[in-house]
């Protein structure tokens, strides 16, 4: 029965949505963070810290687990024992998962499975949603249900987990990566009751009677010979045979209790339809939309929208399609390469196959949506043209321009379904501004005071500094049931100006409609600031405009740089969405809702701001023609390479949609030195180098992030041609007599971190807070200093004699990682940085998934380039748990292709000049003369070969690079290193092989959100560890120093740069494995970052990350092999952590909790003060193999 | 012997008491305080901006990497029952009450009028048995006027005192112009006292690396010179309560004060360097003290040498210094 009650409504997003339900009816999550389904595990951690019960008034466990194949492990032994458990996951995740998803359907134990459909990692990684994950499951025997909106979601994730105990068949309930799972929407929620009325206790009863219990104890997993195997695999069919009807009759109690009807295979549409499509997840909205305009303008089409996926009920499907169907068009969100179809057009082509129409109905099968790429209905109005066509594609795909094979469907891109009672608004934000949070904040203000439906989705940028936010909302009588982007906004809010300059910001406003801009200038001045093409478009639009200087007020009310309130305070008053009065209430209600848990005075700043916005907000007058006589630059400059220009600067612009297949490599390989041609001019100030003061230390340019900040050295001579604003002073340097120094900042690259200013020790001696740099405002500055870099570029190299091995030497040589899009004030960088200076020329990067795979690899554009010679790092990311065997694996090919160039060397001696060969066996490759004489027989080598018609020639002559040193480093996260590539990052230490290690610690997953790892440390709150981290962190470094061949350092820049230096160098000399841990402060910590290195001076200083070195070479000497580089500690802990919210929170949030791990932390501290002391004094053994013969194999 | 005396309206069994300070900040230290024989005790201060600040820099850390990035939307679990530091002192305030027997006196720090009243509220419903309005302008700007910072004093004082209950004390720093001006219109706006006086941190220059640190060093016997006159002058001119804050190391200081006209004596230096039961010896030391000298109670000692009631009233004033040093030449 229906109940009486109206449904709570409520305004979440995907995630949320599932997490709920999940929440309420489970005793155990098994988790670990991964996109688009981290904040499912967030929220079941956060409700179990806040001591939420489930519906039998039970707090569940959560377990953060070392990786997803530990998490379905885990979940697997739970659920053996009777709990009911769940897991939530994605991608690459998934499948770790899937040899414990054959054990547990195997087994036939009831749970459910959250999964935020991902693609998987191919050609490339894509965080972003397709379908690729869960149909690499369907084998498994998982039940496999599918949501397609946000309501469904909800509604599904309890109807999973009543079905899985009805049924014993376990559940993976699965939804689209990002459009479902980060889609804010307003639902009906189900309350307790609605979801306890799902659950029947005697199915609990019985599951629980079949636990692993020594009480009555029973035997699983036991081996099975050809005897008995098939037969015992074949007894589970009856339990599959009853799923898809029992899921019926969920969905039926389900519509009974909410009045939400579903069914196994929903049809909408047409009743005597001739052409449908059979569509899984969101999709199906925006074909159903398309279906019903086709049927209004007088077509008969329809569509089916498959729910339950697994068992596949072909009767179901059968009776759901209109028996008046001709042609058919399945749609796949997946590709399977060599495939006859994709998977779901197989199921729905043999069910009909199978019946009384086989033959009648003709079939098309296509592929969509790929990596989250936008499904419109423009796209689904495509398919069903095609199925009218005599002689449709048979294959095909659509929302994409295939020049290569052809196969993608044609579609018009101006075909929208928007309806006018729907109100859209687009917001531009800068990233972390506050505009993606004001306006969840809106939708929900909207949602809950109000009847209106609400809708909210979020497009981020690929960098995570300077990055761009585009919200897309929309407000309306009816459901919203448009999966897909605005075409058409009646306002545009453009919340940081200088997106004018570089995006098509209006391509979604409609005629008529509103532009909001937030720009720092009066409102007399803001139409001369815009740009020629927007002027026009304004006009030819007849926008309304409105301006205000957001940062300004909301810098007057004490909100520093966020000026979402205020943004928001002028959307509600322009947009007309609510009355204004009515608005600001709400606003301020919000915002007390919000912030006053978190203090009287924040809630006084952001109502101070609401009542400053409206008072500062100006309508613009737009006149009758264009005024503005300068137009949008160049996305790249004209010196870019072909490929750049052709097809980076098209992604650059936001057009990367446009680009057809045949504009990439096939095999995902891409150029080097891209982010160079991408200015991004998001430093508002930069630094400004007064060569009066500098010392030339080269500090400045050794903590720099972005690499933005160079030294150069060369003969006075060169400059004679310089800008006249280029500055230089004398080197100091006695050898160096006649010799100039400079210090250059990119200013376009550089992203204003001040963390150069922070680390120059000079000071004017007559007013010491000026130093030799001093931040100044960038605009006035870009044009001269633009000029000043390319001069700078152009300056020959420095002096050898500069190169020394040392902070100062380092610094000299071109680093190879550039301008990356990582945080401004980034931890991890800097270390990236000096190794690409030190050994980029000869580098192999294996790289781990995470924040340096991101900043490292993310398109448009990649920070590692080449030299002068063009030569650089070769850089791969292969997956997140396997990165060390990876990078083994190119030390062990790049040693076999050495071993060979070697072998035919040595064939070839004979024959080739005496000389030639002895330069090579002389060449020291260890240092730069000898690398540099070792490069040069190679390229005589080759000369010679060329020439030469025989066999073992022509091998050298591929194989004779290889006779140069290659470096191998293994780059990754904590969260790889101490969590899921730990068995792996051991095995390959063990494995004696002369490869290098560098763990970019942040003690958490950083590029994740901040979730806890096994490096997180006693007491700091992170994502997974709400309640604060109960245990000590891994000592990763101590650990792998047990192996007597391993060089480990432990070292932190910001504290002594010169240990860091040395570490590196040691770590590369070493000719076995080598470990380097490196302290990496991260936004997740919870300071201004801008402080970083003082940060990480505190962590040494307190004992928190004491620096020290294990090397192999010393215990051969007979000394201790461990070298401690930071003295005892010379503060209590707490002055470190006191500086930092991660730990500050929990002081927070659960004081004595916080008091008393902050105890224990310390004494731990203390500890290990004594025990490091002692290994640093006791001498070394050299009873172990020698470094790199443990195998007997070339090292 | 009768040691008690009244102190801002609160009968206290004898005059002595921590000042404040993180002294009493666990309850179990209180109570070794009381055991001494404390007759009250003073919190340490709440820092009125300081809470501002930190309820904003709290709020932007957490935010200002939010919804920046498709992979990482936050960095924080969200956590909405923070405790802040008003709730802790508040808190803290409960517990003392708890343990302890004695007055429990609360100390409110600030520089502007912000939010001061509603922070005195929230102390006052908590149950401290008064409030300490700790004030320190320091005049850095030449338009900024001593007249201007005397008001703001006056301004908060009015504030606190129509909105809560309980004794309201104020506690000054030196060298105000005319003290006993001030101190007047304390009385007129109905404080229960005013206590003499706060020390602050002082800058300290590093000439090695040319920064500037702000430091603090604990008060040294020197230091109660200063408050002596204070008190001395000021105890034939106003009704309410005067105490001594700064420089009180030793029994004989103690005696000092309270002859110089002090109803209360906080010390805080000695009991940090020689642990709580410092208070019980101070106070035989004042009984020893008294028994010599035949005084019957702390009543009778107060204000005995007062600047009107002192041999050579002269001594309080500027003569003073110009003989200190006619002497120090000779």
């Not at chain 1, 989705?457 to 690929?462: E, H, P």
């Given at each position: 029965?229906?109940?009486?009650?109206?449904?709570?409504?409520?305004?979440?997003?995907?995630?949320?949505?599932?997490?709920?339900?999940?929440?309420?009816?489970?005793?155990?999550?098994?988790?670990?963070?991964?996109?688009?389904?981290?904040?499912?595990?967030?929220?079941?951690?956060?409700?179990?810290?806040?001591?939420?019960?489930?519906?039998?008034?039970?707090?569940?466990?959560?377990?953060?687990?070392?990786?997803?194949?530990?998490?379905?492990?885990?979940?697997?032994?739970?659920?053996?024992?009777?709990?009911?458990?769940?897991?939530?996951?994605?991608?690459?995740?998934?499948?770790?998962?899937?040899?414990?998803?054959?054990?547990?359907?195997?087994?036939?134990?009831?749970?459910?499975?959250?999964?935020?459909?991902?693609?998987?990692?191919?050609?490339?990684?894509?965080?972003?949603?397709?379908?690729?994950?869960?149909?690499?499951?369907?084998?498994?025997?998982?039940?496999?249900?599918?949501?397609?909106?946000?309501?469904?979601?909800?509604?599904?994730?309890?109807?999973?987990?009543?079905?899985?105990?009805?049924?014993?068949?376990?559940?993976?309930?699965?939804?689209?990566?990002?459009?479902?799972?980060?889609?804010?929407?307003?639902?009906?929620?189900l309350d307790d009751e609605d979801v306890l009325s799902l659950i029947d206790p005697a199915h609990i009863k019985?599951?629980?009677?079949?636990?692993?219990?020594?009480?009555?104890?029973?035997?699983?997993?036991?081996?099975?010979?050809?005897?008995?195997?098939?037969?015992?695999?074949?007894?589970?069919?009856?339990?599959?045979?009853?799923?898809?009807?029992?899921?019926?009759?969920?969905?039926?109690?389900?519509?009974?209790?909410?009045?939400?009807?579903?069914?196994?295979?929903?049809?909408?549409?047409?009743?005597?339809?001739?052409?449908?499509?059979?569509?899984?997840?969101?999709?199906?909205?925006?074909?159903?939309?398309?279906?019903?305009?086709?049927?209004?303008?007088?077509?008969?089409?329809?569509?089916?929208?498959?729910?339950?996926?697994?068992?596949?009920?072909?009767?179901?499907?059968?009776?759901?399609?209109?028996?008046?169907?001709?042609?058919?068009?399945?749609?796949?969100?997946?590709?399977?390469?060599?495939?006859?179809?994709?998977?779901?057009?197989?199921?729905?082509?043999?069910?009909?196959?199978?019946?009384?129409?086989?033959?009648?109905?003709?079939?098309?099968?296509?592929?969509?949506?790929?990596?989250?790429?936008?499904?419109?209905?423009?796209?689904?109005?495509?398919?069903?043209?095609?199925?009218?066509?005599?002689?449709?594609?048979?294959?095909?795909?659509?929302?994409?321009?295939?020049?290569?094979?052809?196969?993608?469907?044609?579609?018009?891109?101006?075909?929208?379904?928007?309806?006018?009672?729907?109100?859209?608004?687009?917001?531009?934000?800068?990233?972390?501004?506050?505009?993606?949070?004001?306006?969840?904040?809106?939708?929900?203000?909207?949602?809950?005071?109000?009847?209106?439906?609400?809708?909210?989705?979020?497009?981020?940028?690929?960098?995570?500094?300077?990055?761009?936010?585009?919200?897309?909302?929309?407000?309306?009588?009816?459901?919203?049931?448009?999966?897909?982007?605005?075409?058409?906004?009646?306002?545009?809010?453009?919340?940081?100006?200088?997106?004018?300059?570089?995006?098509?910001?209006?391509?979604?406003?409609?005629?008529?409609?509103?532009?909001?801009?937030?720009?720092?200038?009066?409102?007399?001045?803001?139409?001369?600031?815009?740009?020629?093409?927007?002027?026009?478009?304004?006009?030819?639009?007849?926008?309304?405009?409105?301006?205000?200087?957001?940062?300004?007020?909301?810098?007057?009310?004490?909100?520093?740089?966020?000026?979402?309130?205020?943004?928001?305070?002028?959307?509600?008053?322009?947009?007309?969405?609510?009355?204004?009065?009515?608005?600001?209430?709400?606003?301020?209600?919000?915002?007390?809702?919000?912030?006053?848990?978190?203090?009287?005075?924040?809630?006084?700043?952001?109502?101070?701001?609401?009542?400053?916005?409206?008072?500062?907000?100006?309508?613009?007058?737009?006149?009758?023609?264009?005024?503005?006589?300068?137009?949008?630059?160049?996305?790249?400059?004209?010196?870019?390479?072909?490929?750049?220009?052709?097809?980076?600067?098209?992604?650059?612009?936001?057009?990367?949609?446009?680009?057809?297949?045949?504009?990439?490599?096939?095999?995902?390989?891409?150029?080097?030195?891209?982010?160079?041609?991408?200015?991004?001019?998001?430093?508002?100030?930069?630094?400004?180098?007064?060569?009066?003061?500098?010392?030339?230390?080269?500090?400045?340019?050794?903590?720099?992030?972005?690499?933005?900040?160079?030294?150069?050295?060369?003969?006075?001579?060169?400059?004679?041609?310089?800008?006249?604003?280029?500055?230089?002073?004398?080197?100091?340097?006695?050898?160096?007599?006649?010799?100039?120094?400079?210090?250059?900042?990119?200013?376009?690259?550089?992203?204003?971190?001040?963390?150069?200013?922070?680390?120059?020790?000079?000071?004017?001696?007559?007013?010491?807070?000026?130093?030799?740099?001093?931040?100044?405002?960038?605009?006035?500055?870009?044009?001269?200093?633009?000029?000043?870099?390319?001069?700078?570029?152009?300056?020959?190299?420095?002096?050898?004699?500069?190169?020394?091995?040392?902070?100062?030497?380092?610094?000299?040589?071109?680093?190879?990682?550039?301008?990356?899009?990582?945080c401004t004030g980034c931890g991890e960088t800097a270390y990236l940085k000096l190794l690409t200076q030190l050994?980029?020329?000869?580098?192999?990067?294996?790289?781990?998934?995470?924040?340096?795979?991101?900043?490292?690899?993310?398109?448009?554009?990649?920070?590692?380039?080449?030299?002068?010679?063009?030569?650089?790092?070769?850089?791969?990311?292969?997956?997140?748990?396997?990165?060390?065997?990876?990078?083994?694996?190119?030390?062990?090919?790049?040693?076999?292709?050495?071993?060979?160039?070697?072998?035919?060397?040595?064939?070839?001696?004979?024959?080739?000049?005496?000389?030639?060969?002895?330069?090579?066996?002389?060449?020291?490759?260890?240092?730069?003369?000898?690398?540099?004489?070792?490069?040069?027989?190679?390229?005589?080598?080759?000369?010679?070969?060329?020439?030469?018609?025989?066999?073992?020639?022509?091998?050298?002559?591929?194989?004779?690079?290889?006779?140069?040193?290659?470096?191998?480093?293994?780059?990754?996260?904590?969260?790889?290193?101490?969590?899921?590539?730990?068995?792996?990052?051991?095995?390959?230490?063990?494995?004696?092989?002369?490869?290098?290690?560098?763990?970019?610690?942040?003690?958490?997953?950083?590029?994740?959100?901040?979730?806890?790892?096994?490096?997180?440390?006693?007491?700091?709150?992170?994502?997974?560890?709400?309640?604060?981290?109960?245990?000590?962190?891994?000592?990763?470094?101590?650990?792998?120093?047990?192996?007597?061949?391993?060089?480990?350092?432990?070292?932190?820049?910001?504290?002594?740069?010169?240990?860091?230096?040395?570490?590196?160098?040691?770590?590369?000399?070493?000719?076995?494995?080598?470990?380097?841990?490196?302290?990496?402060?991260?936004?997740?910590?919870?300071?201004?970052?801008?402080?970083?290195?003082?940060?990480?001076?505190?962590?040494?200083?307190?004992?928190?990350?004491?620096?020290?070195?294990?090397?192999?070479?010393?215990?051969?000497?007979?000394?201790?092999?461990?070298?401690?580089?930071?003295?005892?500690?010379?503060?209590?802990?707490?002055?470190?952590?006191?500086?930092?919210?991660?730990?500050?929170?929990?002081?927070?949030?659960?004081?004595?909790?916080?008091?008393?791990?902050?105890?224990?932390?310390?004494?731990?501290?203390?500890?290990?003060?004594?025990?490091?002391?002692?290994?640093?004094?006791?001498?070394?053994?050299?009873?172990?193999?020698?470094?790199?013969?443990?195998?007997?194999?070339?090292? | 012997?009768?040691?008690?005396?009244?102190?801002?309206?609160?009968?206290?069994?004898?005059?002595?008491?921590?000042?404040?300070?993180?002294?009493?900040?666990?309850?179990?230290?209180?109570?070794?305080?009381?055991?001494?024989?404390?007759?009250?005790?003073?919190?340490?201060?709440?820092?009125?901006?300081?809470?501002?600040?930190?309820?904003?820099?709290?709020?932007?850390?957490?935010?200002?990497?939010?919804?920046?990035?498709?992979?990482?939307?936050?960095?924080?679990?969200?956590?909405?029952?923070?405790?802040?530091?008003?709730?802790?002192?508040?808190?803290?305030?409960?517990?003392?009450?708890?343990?302890?027997?004695?007055?429990?006196?609360a100390s409110l720090n600030g520089t502007q009028l912000g939010s001061w009243h509603t922070f005195a509220q929230?102390?006052?419903?908590?149950?401290?048995?008064?409030?300490?309005?700790?004030?320190?302008?320091?005049?850095?700007?030449?338009?900024?006027?001593?007249?201007?910072?005397?008001?703001?004093?006056?301004?908060?004082?009015?504030?606190?005192?129509?909105?809560?209950?309980?004794?309201?004390?104020?506690?000054?720093?030196?060298?105000?112009?005319?003290?006993?001006?001030?101190?007047?219109?304390?009385?007129?706006?109905?404080?229960?006292?005013?206590?003499?006086?706060?020390?602050?941190?002082?800058?300290?220059?590093?000439?090695?690396?040319?920064?500037?640190?702000?430091?603090?060093?604990?008060?040294?016997?020197?230091?109660?010179?200063?408050?002596?006159?204070?008190?001395?002058?000021?105890?034939?001119?106003?009704?309410?309560?005067?105490?001594?804050?700064?420089?009180?190391?030793?029994?004989?200081?103690?005696?000092?004060?309270?002859?110089?006209?002090?109803?209360?004596?906080?010390?805080?230096?000695?009991?940090?360097?020689?642990?709580?039961?410092?208070?019980?010896?101070?106070?035989?030391?004042?009984?020893?003290?008294?028994?010599?000298?035949?005084?019957?109670?702390?009543?009778?000692?107060?204000?005995?040498?007062?600047?009107?009631?002192?041999?050579?009233?002269?001594?309080?004033?500027?003569?003073?210094?110009?003989?200190?040093?006619?002497?120090?030449?000779?």
């Amino acid at each position: 029965m229906i109940k009486s009650l109206a449904p709570k409504r409520v305004t979440l997003d995907g995630n949320e949505a599932a997490a709920d339900v999940a929440y309420r009816v489970c005793e155990l999550f098994a988790i670990f963070p991964i996109t688009p389904s981290s904040p499912m595990g967030e929220w079941v951690d956060e409700w179990a810290a806040k001591k939420q019960t489930n519906l039998w008034g039970h707090i569940p466990e959560v377990i953060e687990m070392q990786s997803e194949g530990g998490a379905a492990g885990a979940l697997h032994g739970a659920l053996q024992t009777g709990a009911l458990a769940s897991t939530f996951t994605a991608s690459q995740g998934l499948l770790l998962m899937i040899p414990n998803m054959y054990k547990i359907a195997g087994e036939l134990h009831p749970c459910v499975m959250h999964v935020t459909a991902r693609a998987l990692a191919t050609h490339a990684l894509s965080i972003f949603g397709d379908h690729g994950d869960v149909m690499a499951c369907r084998q498994t025997g998982f039940a496999m249900l599918c949501s397609g909106s946000v309501q469904e979601v909800h509604d599904f994730a309890a109807v999973a987990h009543s079905a899985t105990l009805a049924t014993r068949v376990p559940f993976l309930h699965f939804f689209d990566g990002f459009r479902t799972s980060h889609e804010v929407q307003k639902i009906a929620r189900l309350d307790d009751e609605d979801v306890l009325s799902l659950i029947d206790p005697a199915h609990i009863k019985a599951f629980r009677d079949k636990a692993m219990t020594p009480d009555r104890p029973i035997i699983r997993g036991t081996a099975q010979n050809p005897d008995v195997f098939f037969q015992a695999r074949e007894a589970c069919n009856p339990f599959y045979e009853v799923t898809a009807a029992k899921v019926q009759e969920t969905f039926d109690a389900l519509a009974a209790r909410t009045g939400r009807a579903y069914k196994l295979f929903d049809y909408e549409g047409h009743p005597q339809a001739d052409r449908v499509v059979v569509i899984m997840g969101s999709g199906a909205e925006t074909v159903s939309g398309a279906s019903a305009w086709l049927n209004s303008q007088g077509e008969k089409t329809g569509v089916v929208r498959v729910r339950l996926y697994r068992p596949f009920d072909a009767k179901a499907l059968l009776a759901a399609l209109p028996s008046t169907v001709k042609s058919i068009a399945v749609l796949d969100r997946t590709k399977e390469p060599g495939a006859p179809a994709e998977p779901l057009f197989l199921d729905v082509a043999s069910a009909l196959y199978e019946s009384d129409r086989a033959g009648k109905v003709k079939m098309i099968g296509g592929v969509y949506g790929l990596g989250s790429k936008e499904f419109t209905p423009a796209m689904a109005k495509a398919v069903y043209d095609e199925l009218k066509k005599s002689a449709p594609k048979t294959r095909f795909t659509v929302g994409i321009n295939d020049d290569v094979t052809h196969r993608s469907l044609p579609y018009d891109e101006r075909f929208d379904l928007e309806t006018e009672d729907t109100r859209r608004a687009v917001f531009y934000g800068l990233g972390a501004d506050g505009t993606v949070g004001a306006n969840k904040n809106s939708i929900k203000i909207i949602g809950e005071s109000t009847d209106l439906y609400a809708q909210g989705y979020f497009v981020y940028d690929s960098k995570k500094s300077g990055s761009m936010t585009v919200s897309h909302l929309r407000f309306g009588p009816q459901p919203i049931r448009s999966p897909y982007l605005i075409g058409q906004a009646g306002f545009v809010a453009v919340h940081h100006f200088p997106f004018m300059e570089r995006v098509e910001v209006l391509a979604q406003a409609r005629p008529g409609g509103t532009l909001l801009l937030n720009i720092a200038a009066p409102a007399e001045q803001v139409w001369d600031r815009l740009p020629r093409e927007v002027q026009a478009r304004i006009i030819d639009l007849k926008l309304k405009v409105y301006a205000i200087d957001a940062y300004s007020v909301a810098r007057a009310a004490g909100m520093g740089g966020q000026i979402n309130t205020v943004m928001q305070t002028c959307f509600f008053a322009l947009s007309g969405v609510l009355p204004r009065d009515e608005a600001i209430e709400a606003i301020k209600k919000a915002i007390k809702k919000t912030y006053g848990r978190k203090g009287d005075a924040v809630v006084a700043k952001n109502h101070a701001a609401v009542d400053a916005s409206l008072a500062a907000l100006h309508e613009i007058k737009v006149p009758a023609s264009v005024t503005a006589t300068k137009g949008r630059p160049p996305v790249v400059s004209p010196a870019a390479p072909d490929f750049v220009k052709r097809v980076t600067a098209v992604m650059i612009a936001g057009d990367g949609d446009k680009l057809p297949v045949s504009a990439f490599a096939p095999d995902g390989t891409w150029p080097l030195s891209t982010t160079r041609w991408e200015k991004r001019n998001i430093a508002q100030e930069i630094p400004v180098w007064d060569p009066a003061l500098c010392i030339q230390c080269n500090k400045c340019v050794m903590v720099c992030p972005h690499a933005a900040i160079r030294p150069a050295a060369y003969p006075d001579a060169a400059a004679a041609d310089a800008p006249a604003t280029f500055k230089r002073t004398k080197l100091r340097s006695a050898e160096l007599p006649g010799h100039s120094f400079t210090i250059q900042i990119a200013p376009e690259d550089c992203t204003g971190c001040t963390l150069c200013q922070k680390v120059c020790p000079a000071k004017d001696k007559t007013e010491p807070k000026r130093k030799a740099l001093m931040m100044a405002r960038q605009e006035p500055l870009r044009m001269a200093e633009n000029d000043n870099w390319e001069f700078f570029l152009k300056l020959p190299p420095p002096p050898a004699a500069l190169l020394q091995d040392n902070v100062k030497g380092s610094q000299f040589r071109q680093p190879l990682f550039e301008f990356s899009g990582a945080c401004t004030g980034c931890g991890e960088t800097a270390y990236l940085k000096l190794l690409t200076q030190l050994f980029g020329d000869r580098l192999i990067a294996a790289n781990a998934t995470g924040c340096t795979s991101i900043y490292g690899g993310n398109l448009p554009t990649t920070p590692y380039c080449t030299d002068r010679n063009g030569r650089g790092p070769a850089w791969a990311n292969s997956l997140f748990e396997d990165n060390a065997e990876f990078g083994l694996g190119l030390r062990g090919g790049a040693d076999q292709l050495a071993v060979q160039a070697q072998r035919l060397l040595q064939e070839l001696t004979p024959v080739l000049p005496a000389p030639l060969v002895e330069g090579f066996r002389t060449a020291d490759q260890a240092t730069d003369a000898g690398l540099a004489a070792a490069r040069s027989v190679v390229a005589e080598l080759k000369k010679l070969l060329a020439k030469r018609d025989d066999e073992p020639s022509r091998q050298l002559l591929q194989l004779a690079d290889y006779l140069v040193k290659k470096s191998v480093w293994i780059i990754g996260g904590d969260g790889w290193a101490y969590d899921i590539g730990y068995g792996g990052l051991d095995h390959v230490l063990a494995s004696g092989r002369n490869v290098n290690v560098l763990v970019l610690d942040t003690e958490v997953y950083s590029n994740t959100g901040g979730q806890c790892s096994k490096s997180t440390a006693m007491g700091a709150v992170a994502k997974f560890a709400a309640a604060g981290k109960g245990n000590n962190k891994k000592d990763l470094a101590l650990i792998a120093s047990t192996y007597s061949n391993v060089y480990v350092a432990r070292v932190a820049i910001g504290a002594k740069d010169s240990q860091t230096v040395q570490a590196f160098l040691e770590a590369e000399a070493h000719p076995g494995p080598s470990l380097i841990i490196a302290y990496s402060h991260c936004i997740a910590h919870g300071f201004a970052l801008a402080n970083g290195l003082e940060h990480q001076k505190l962590a040494v200083d307190t004992g928190y990350w004491p620096l020290f070195r294990h090397d192999p070479a010393r215990a051969e000497r007979g000394q201790p092999a461990i070298v401690l580089d930071s003295p005892a500690p010379k503060q209590p802990l707490s002055a470190f952590t006191s500086n930092e919210l991660r730990y500050q929170v929990l002081f927070k949030s659960s004081p004595e909790r916080a008091a008393e791990l902050a105890k224990k932390a310390q004494a731990g501290i203390d500890a290990r003060v004594v025990a490091y002391k002692h290994l640093s004094e006791a001498a070394g053994s050299s009873t172990e193999a020698k470094p790199g013969t443990t195998t007997g194999k070339p090292a | 012997m009768d040691l008690t005396t009244t102190y801002a309206g609160l009968k206290l069994k004898n005059p002595l008491m921590p000042g404040a300070s993180p002294l009493v900040d666990n309850t179990d230290a209180a109570r070794r305080i009381e055991d001494a024989g404390a007759a009250a005790v003073v919190m340490h201060s709440l820092f009125a901006e300081q809470i501002e600040g930190n309820e904003i820099a709290f709020a932007r850390h957490v935010e200002r990497w939010q919804d920046n990035f498709a992979e990482a939307t936050s960095f924080f679990p969200a956590q909405d029952d923070y405790s802040l530091p008003p709730n802790e002192y508040v808190e803290c305030i409960g517990k003392l009450k708890a343990a302890l027997h004695i007055p429990v006196i609360a100390s409110l720090n600030g520089t502007q009028l912000g939010s001061w009243h509603t922070f005195a509220q929230q102390i006052e419903q908590a149950g401290a048995d008064a409030l300490e309005l700790n004030t320190y302008f320091l005049a850095t700007r030449r338009e900024v006027t001593g007249t201007e910072i005397e008001q703001r004093i006056v301004e908060i004082t009015r504030a606190v005192r129509s909105s809560v209950k309980i004794p309201v004390l104020v506690k000054l720093s030196p060298y105000y112009s005319a003290l006993p001006n001030l101190a007047g219109a304390l009385e007129q706006e109905r404080a229960d006292g005013i206590v003499l006086f706060n020390r602050f941190f002082q800058p300290e220059i590093d000439v090695d690396t040319l920064d500037v640190t702000p430091r603090l060093d604990l008060s040294t016997h020197e230091d109660l010179r200063l408050r002596l006159r204070a008190l001395a002058v000021l105890r034939d001119q106003v009704k309410f309560s005067l105490a001594c804050s700064g420089g009180v190391h030793t029994w004989a200081d103690v005696v000092k004060a309270i002859l110089a006209g002090a109803d209360a004596v906080q010390v805080v230096a000695t009991l940090l360097s020689r642990g709580p039961e410092r208070i019980g010896d101070l106070l035989t030391g004042l009984r020893d003290w008294m028994e010599e000298h035949e005084y019957t109670s702390i009543a009778e000692m107060r204000g005995s040498l007062s600047q009107l009631k002192c041999p050579d009233p002269e001594a309080y004033e500027r003569g003073n210094y110009l003989r200190t040093l006619q002497l120090w030449k000779e």
